[in-house]
């Protein structure tokens, strides 16, 4: 018998889930969320298994709520449920100890064979939430990454234009770009921020 407290502002997937999981596998439903906030207090207070929690939900969010249990419950195992997890928000959640991350279209059987594997300790993430994750579209093009990634390394306009060929008007034009689509002041900030959005 494995025991959930699930989180989900979506009132009919919440409800169908709390239904169909307990036919699936042997689980039971100790408590419903209805957001970040009463998914925390209803964690604290049942202490399940496995919390299934929706990463996308109003005022404290999946990750929020995970972070603050984690405070008072390191050990508490998490399924996070995600309609499109972004490379940053799916590295966040591995860095919170997220052991789990399943489609929020995933069929109830799928979610609770997940369910039974993280409470025997492994962990799963689904192939097509790693697949969003990795393929998310990058904004900048190939050669305004270049010039940020060579802007990184400290070299003025003239020495980057000198290093791929280019014009000083072209660097100028393609750093701006990167600047617009970074919403940065400088082409320093726009470096740093592509690089930890992992565009580098």
């Known amino acids: 018998m494995t025991t959930i407290v699930l989180a989900d ?7 169908a889930l709390a ?18 906030q009463s998914a925390v207090e209803a964690t604290l207070r049942h202490r399940p298994d496995v919390l299934v929690i929706d990463l996308e939900m109003p005022g404290v969010d999946g990750l929020g709520a995970v972070a603050q249990i984690r405070r008072s419950l390191p050990d508490q195992v998490v399924l996070m449920l995600t309609r499109h997890a972004r490379p940053g928000v799916l590295r966040k959640a591995l860095r919170l100890g997220v052991q789990g991350f399943v489609s929020k279209s995933a069929e109830p059987a799928h979610i609770t064979s997940v369910v039974a594997t993280l409470h025997a300790g492994r962990r ?5 939430v790693s697949a969003l994750a990795i393929t998310e579209d990058c904004p ?3 050669r305004e990454a270049d010039v940020l ?9 003239a020495d980057i234009a000198a290093r791929l060929h280019l014009a000083p008007g072209t660097v100028r034009n393609y750093l701006s770009n990167a600047m617009r689509k970074t919403q940065t002041r400088t082409r320093h900030e726009a470096a740093r921020y592509a690089r930890e959005h992992d565009w580098l």
């Open 124 to 128: 799963w993430i689904d192939p097509d």
């Open 140 to 142: 900048l093009t190939e």
């Open 9 to 15: 502002d979506e009132v009919l997937l919440r409800t």
């Open 149 to 157: 990634r060579v802007t990184g390394e400290g070299y003025s306009v």
């Open 19 to 36: 239904a169909l999981l307990p036919l699936e596998g042997d689980i039971t439903v100790l408590a419903e969320a209805h957001d970040g």
